[in-house]
């Protein structure tokens, strides 16, 4: 007699992170399609600038999610991820819950400590690692409080609030979800706190980190992703209130190969991310050149092999 063969793993929720370049004449067709193609979510960056595309049109993220909340119906909205490097708890949690309104509760709130790239000193000298950590943990505790609380009150040492209103709160309940970005202890503690879900790209590390080929560079990611879920296993297993795993969430760009490099490329990528135990994987909406360059093609026949 044989053991039964292990269950398949579940299949992961979809998701797919649209760039704020295009004016809305032309993203908000790309919003639609995001949902017509059978994404679950869809997210776009928070940030001022970013990276090599700090001198391309770059819009705010906050009008733009309302914009496309206003486009869609079912497919799920949400910031991947907004930081403290410019967002202040009290007029933030406002935009979250004017976005929950707009989306009717289907908005997403993903959350990190914040970079160090081109946004993180617009508003003054950027903190150090250690600060930005304990920035971050204050600011997701006060956006927990004021998203949850009709008046709230506080005096820390990031941040501020005085008889802050939030009425009439989220249609979400108990509040707008937390996807907490974190690949430290610290955060994934924070995450295992107050998030529904935990994010990330996976290890940090460039290709040419890794002698031989990419091949080699994409295997030692894999490798080095599966030890970080099972540390946030365990961090989840010490900190969570009910020692619940938060949903996973997994950036498959992080890698060091571009998920639309092909369809074999996503399909495989997606079915490793679930071996794994992860929730859900985000890709990027392709662009034309530069990075995340690829097919839209590719991204339609993926979905459909995907079962989308």
Do not use: C
Not at 85 to 112: Q, S, T, Y
Not at 149 to 161: L, N, S
Not at 199 to 218: K, N
């Amino acid at each position: 007699m044989t053991d039964a063969a292990a269950p398949a793993p579940a299949r992961p929720r979809l998701g797919v992170v649209i760039l704020p370049q295009e004016r809305w004449a032309q993203a908000r067709h790309v919003w639609r399609r995001a949902e017509e193609y059978g994404f679950d979510h869809a997210w776009t960056y928070d940030h001022l600038a970013w990276r090599s595309l700090a001198d391309e049109p770059w819009f705010a993220t906050v009008p733009l999610l309302a914009a496309a909340a206003a486009v869609t119906e079912r497919i799920r909205l949400g910031t991947w991820v907004a930081s403290p490097n410019f967002r202040h708890p009290v007029p933030f949690a406002k935009d979250v819950m004017g976005l929950d309104d707009v989306a009717e509760g289907r908005f997403l709130l993903g959350l990190g400590a914040g970079g160090e790239g081109f946004d993180a000193g617009v508003l003054g000298p950027a903190p150090t690692r250690g600060e930005r950590t304990r920035r971050f943990e204050e600011f997701v505790e006060l956006l927990d409080r004021l998203l949850t609380h009709p008046v709230t009150d506080h005096e820390g040492t990031f941040y501020a609030a005085h008889d802050a209103r939030m009425h009439p709160g989220t249609i979400a309940r108990p509040r707008t979800p937390f996807v907490i970005a974190a690949n430290g202890p610290r955060t994934m503690a924070l995450a295992a706190r107050y998030g529904q879900g935990w994010a990330t790209y996976g290890p940090l590390f460039a290709p040419e980190d890794v002698e031989g080929p990419v091949s080699a560079a994409q295997e030692a990611w894999w490798t080095g992703l599966a030890g970080m879920v099972e540390q946030v296993r365990e961090v989840a297993a010490r900190q969570a209130p009910d020692g619940r795993v938060p949903d996973l969430y997994l950036s498959l760009d992080g890698a060091p190969v571009f998920s639309l490099e092909s369809v074999d490329t996503l399909v495989e990528g997606v079915e490793r991310a679930a071996d794994l135990g992860f929730t859900d994987v985000v890709v990027h909406w392709p662009r034309a050149e530069g990075i995340y360059a690829g097919s839209e093609d590719v991204l339609a026949e993926g979905m459909s092999r995907l079962g989308r």
